[in-house]
């Protein structure tokens, strides 16, 4: 190949990786600089926000003395808690701002998408053109709906997403090189330990990727590939035992967990438990959904192949490489089945297998073009390194005018905004039944000006209606002393006494 033809080759991975890099922007960008998010984001943010000012401990993060749940504790035992360690150092550091999560989610982004590419290049050589399809996996990563919705809101999931593929990154170092195995097999345990410390035994599933590969890849390693498994899982099982006997802290957070968040996973003894019995197999229902956006591109691109009579097929190494990832999704989306709480965010930390399984499946078809004669390629690498130019700057003028503006439950945000100038932050304020029990009153009062909320109605100056509520409410609320209307909002009626 001729340097002018290399050149061209260049610009036209470049405008690929240029269209990939807009299209995630336009996805992500102006969803994470709006104001507000989904409850569990804020909940994790309120807890990370209380450690960072000294509310709570490494082994009990605290959200609030009122919570919507009645089985939870004054303690958050409800998952393990490294994100909010990790994410409290960003509050430590930046300050209370609501913008702090929206930061670290965007951090998360592009680190997942770093690894994601860094995966992809460790089966290809400098010189083989296939590395320079890393793009791929990323963009169909970023197909997915629940990688779409959940990017942005701060969840556990991303955060556990980014240590399993650091974790699948390392054993496949140790697996491919000869050099330095021993260095990667090490911070691969400690990867996955650091997963089980973040959203418990599902972030285990890279445990199976030495097993997988050496099924798939390399069957004559079978047995070793399974040694391997063993072997880490085994330094994993060490070094979580050695956790909770050095840490009394530690083992009394993990029987809590147990108590509290697994065993009722696994029977549905909770009303967020409702997927019993043959429910439980809607995960594959969920899972169908979630890959249909890859299935319909796929068929898109075979289609656009067979139209155009292109002798295309997947080599046998490559679709070899495919099913490996198939299976490394399925091994960190099958465990769903025990659980009665499914749904597709669950699913964030195995979506990047499926999306690496597309890549290798579809990479020959993008390889294809590359074959095209060289006006050919010089055409299309112009016209769409001016297109994703022109769109990512369309995608980010949207996205400053959206900064700062709420980005859901606006009329939550708005009542707010006012209780802020008529209430001191860390209020504790009794309500009605209905507000008590209400996921999203809750996170936004806590996140956004450190308002407790509880049934009490003799020890607190504010009580807190809403419009589901207040009607009834409203007779008992002058023989309690309640019968000042302090502020009445779009969501919120406050009373004072």
């Given at each position: 190949?001729t340097?002018?033809?290399?050149?061209?080759?260049r610009?036209?991975?470049?405008?690929?990786?240029?269209?990939t890099?807009f299209?995630?922007?336009?996805m992500?960008?102006?969803?994470?600089?709006t104001?507000?998010?989904?409850g569990d984001?804020?909940?994790?943010?309120?807890?990370?926000?209380?450690?960072?000012?000294?509310?709570?401990?490494w082994w009990a993060?605290?959200f609030s003395?009122?919570?919507w749940?009645?089985v939870?504790k004054?303690?958050?035992y409800?998952?393990?808690?490294?994100?909010l360690?990790i994410q409290s150092?960003?509050?430590?550091?930046?300050?209370e701002h609501?913008w702090?999560?929206k930061g670290?989610s965007?951090?998360?982004?592009?680190?997942n998408?770093?690894l994601?590419?860094r995966?992809w290049q460790i089966?290809?050589?400098?010189?083989?053109?296939?590395r320079?399809?890393?793009?791929?996996?990323v963009?169909?990563?970023?197909?997915?709906p629940s990688?779409?919705?959940?990017?942005p809101?701060?969840l556990?999931d991303s955060?556990m997403?980014a240590i399993?593929?650091?974790?699948?990154?390392?054993v496949?170092?140790?697996?491919?090189?000869?050099?330095g195995?021993?260095w990667?097999?090490?911070?691969?345990?400690?990867?996955?330990f650091?997963?089980?410390?973040?959203?418990?035994p599902?972030?285990?599933?890279p445990?199976?990727?030495p097993?997988?590969?050496?099924?798939?890849?390399?069957?004559?390693q079978r047995m070793?590939?399974?040694?391997?498994s063993?072997?880490l899982g085994?330094i994993v099982l060490?070094?979580?035992?050695g956790?909770l006997?050095?840490f009394?802290?530690?083992?009394?957070?993990f029987?809590n967990?147990?108590?509290?968040r697994?065993?009722?996973?696994l029977?549905g003894?909770r009303?967020d438990?409702?997927?019993?019995?043959?429910?439980?197999?809607?995960?594959?229902?969920?899972?169908?959904?979630?890959?249909?956006?890859?299935?319909?591109?796929?068929?898109?691109l075979?289609g656009?192949?067979?139209?155009?009579?292109?002798?295309?097929?997947v080599?046998r190494?490559?679709r070899?490489?495919?099913?490996?990832y198939?299976?490394?999704?399925?091994?960190?989306?099958?465990?769903?089945?025990?659980?009665?709480?499914?749904a597709?965010?669950?699913?964030?930390s195995?979506?990047?297998?499926?999306a690496?399984?597309?890549g290798?499946?579809?990479?020959?078809?993008?390889l294809?073009?590359?074959?095209?004669?060289?006006?050919?390629k010089e055409?299309?690498a112009?016209?769409?390194?001016?297109?994703s130019?022109?769109a990512?700057?369309?995608a980010?003028?949207?996205?400053?005018?959206?900064a700062?503006?709420?980005?859901r439950?606006p009329?939550?945000?708005?009542?707010?905004?006012e209780?802020?100038?008529?209430?001191?932050a860390?209020?504790?304020i009794?309500?009605c039944e209905?507000v008590?029990?209400?996921f999203?009153?809750?996170?936004?009062l806590?996140?956004f000006?450190?308002?407790?909320?509880?049934?009490?109605q003799?020890?607190?100056?504010f009580f807190?209606?809403?419009?589901?509520?207040d009607?009834?409410?409203?007779p008992?609320?002058?023989g309690?002393?309640?019968?000042r209307i302090v502020?009445k909002?779009?969501v919120?009626?406050?009373?004072?006494?």
């Open positions: 190949m340097d002018p033809e290399k050149q061209t080759d610009r036209l991975h470049f405008s690929f990786l240029l269209f890099i299209f995630v922007a336009a992500f960008l102006p969803r994470v600089v104001k507000g998010m989904f984001g804020l909940l994790y943010a309120s807890m990370a926000r209380n450690l960072a000012e000294g509310n709570g401990s993060p605290f003395n009122g919570y749940t009645d939870v004054p303690a958050y409800e998952n393990p808690p490294l994100m360690w150092v960003f509050f430590r550091v930046l300050g609501w702090v999560e670290y965007f951090l998360l982004l592009l680190f998408c770093f994601i590419f995966i089966q290809f050589g400098v010189a083989d053109q296939r320079q399809l890393a793009w791929m996996p963009f169909f990563f970023y197909l997915f990688v779409i919705w959940g990017s809101n701060n556990m955060t997403l399993c593929l650091q974790a699948v990154f390392c496949g170092n140790a697996l491919i090189r000869e050099r195995a021993g990667y097999s090490l911070l691969a345990v400690l990867f996955i650091l997963g089980l410390l973040t959203k418990g599902v972030a285990l599933y445990l199976a990727v097993f997988l590969f050496a099924l798939t890849v390399r069957p004559e070793r590939g399974f040694g391997y063993l072997f085994g060490l070094m979580f035992t956790l006997a050095a009394p802290e530690a083992r009394h957070f029987q967990y147990r108590e509290q697994l065993s009722i996973a029977t003894g009303e438990g409702v997927n019993t019995g043959w429910k439980r197999l809607s995960i594959f229902m969920i899972l169908g959904q979630e890959l249909l956006p890859v299935v319909i591109a796929t068929i898109l075979w656009a192949a067979r139209w155009k009579k292109w002798p295309v097929s080599e190494n490559d070899l490489l495919a099913l490996f198939t299976l490394a999704g399925c091994c960190a989306t099958l465990p769903l089945l025990a659980s009665t709480r499914q597709g965010m669950y699913l964030i195995g979506l990047p297998m499926f690496l399984a597309a290798y499946f579809n990479a020959p078809l993008v294809r073009l590359f074959s095209l004669p060289a006006a050919v055409k299309i112009k016209r769409l390194t001016i297109f130019l022109a990512l700057l369309v980010l003028m949207y996205t400053g005018i959206r700062g503006k709420p980005g439950e009329a939550l945000q708005r009542d707010i905004a209780i802020q100038k008529i209430m001191p860390g209020e504790t009794a309500v209905v008590m029990r209400d999203m009153i809750h996170t936004y806590q996140r000006h450190h308002i407790e909320l509880s049934r009490d003799q020890n607190t100056r807190a209606t809403d419009v589901r509520c009607p009834a409410a409203q008992g609320l002058a309690s002393g309640f019968s502020f909002g779009e919120l009626t406050v009373y004072g006494r």
